[in-house]
């Protein structure tokens, strides 16, 4: 099968078109580091970006690397998300791809104190999580003409990975800065800070091919069976380092919520033999040490 991968120079993106690659399809990398993606400077797609005859699937993954710089490069970040991923879905639906497969973020849902379904509500006060939701419901209005998923993964981790809460509560745990836990204000025994799922890179990789190869459901949360809290997993991480982390409460007013995602509408269609987080976070510590 002949696959695109938009943004294939990314954590994720590089990953599996190796995967696809070792599994016998013909895949077509994109990515703006290298000037066959998108345009690095506005997160547009070029006028002359073509899908190649014979592209049975495109898997866009393209992620701005100015998530962080909001408001001010809201522009950046709405053109990589919404207006791009809508662009490459159109010139895919006319040279006759047959799916798409749209990589969102679990940071869509509001907050909260029980597992987040896919039909929970949705946060609209927060610019990154609102671009994702213009993306995915843009998306939908080309269902017609391509089969489309949509990913929103929840805390992807794993080797070589930096930027993210893993790696930086490994260099805060290096540098022996405290790491600040913010209590829940309902629950005075709930202290640990904010409880998230994980999902190791490669059990997330797996999934996405997947659905590359085969399809999955229009929406599906992405993540392993596994929820730890801040200070659950600054303490495994302390232990693999040797290095017992500095917790300390963050105050008043607390966190609004968690971010654990109810995983029951992937678990019947993932075939995957989930890495639990213990061995997923000596791995990382592993090659963060290396």
């Not at 659950?232 to 991480?237: D, I």
Request: hydrophobic share 45%.
């Amino acid at each position: 099968m002949k696959v695109l991968v938009i943004g294939s120079g990314g954590y994720l993106g590089s990953r599996l078109c190796d995967r696809l690659a070792s599994d016998g399809h013909d895949v077509r990398r994109a990515s703006s580091s290298d000037g066959t993606g998108l345009d690095p400077q506005t997160g547009l797609l070029p006028e002359a970006f073509r899908i190649g005859a014979g592209t049975g699937v495109v898997v866009y993954l393209a992620h701005s690397p100015f998530y962080h710089d909001l408001p001010s490069r809201l522009d950046h970040v709405l053109h990589v998300n919404a207006v791009s991923a809508v662009r490459v879905a159109e010139r895919s639906a006319a040279a006759g791809v047959r799916r798409f497969v749209y990589a969102s973020s679990g940071s869509v849902y509001r907050p909260a104190w029980s597992p987040l379904a896919e039909d929970a509500p949705l946060r609209t006060d927060d610019l990154y999580a609102l671009s994702k939701i213009l993306g995915e419901t843009a998306l939908r209005a080309l269902a017609d003409d391509l089969a489309l998923t949509v990913f929103r993964p929840f805390g992807i981790y794993g080797p070589g990975q930096s930027g993210m809460l893993v790696s930086g509560l490994l260099a805060r745990l290096a540098a022996r800065d405290p790491v600040y836990l913010e209590a829940n204000p309902h629950d005075p025994a709930d202290t640990g800070g904010l409880r998230l799922s994980l999902c190791y890179v490669d059990d997330a990789v797996a999934c996405l091919c997947q659905a590359a190869v085969e399809g999955g459901p229009d929406v599906v949360n992405l993540a392993g069976p596994e929820a730890l809290s801040v200070a659950a997993l600054a303490r495994q991480l302390g232990a693999l380092l040797g290095q017992p982390p500095d917790l300390r409460p963050q105050g008043s007013p607390g966190r609004v919520g968690d971010l654990v995602a109810d995983v029951s509408r992937l678990r019947p269609y993932a075939r995957v033999e989930w890495t639990p987080a213990a061995v997923g976070l000596a791995r990382t510590v592993e090659a963060w040490r290396a």
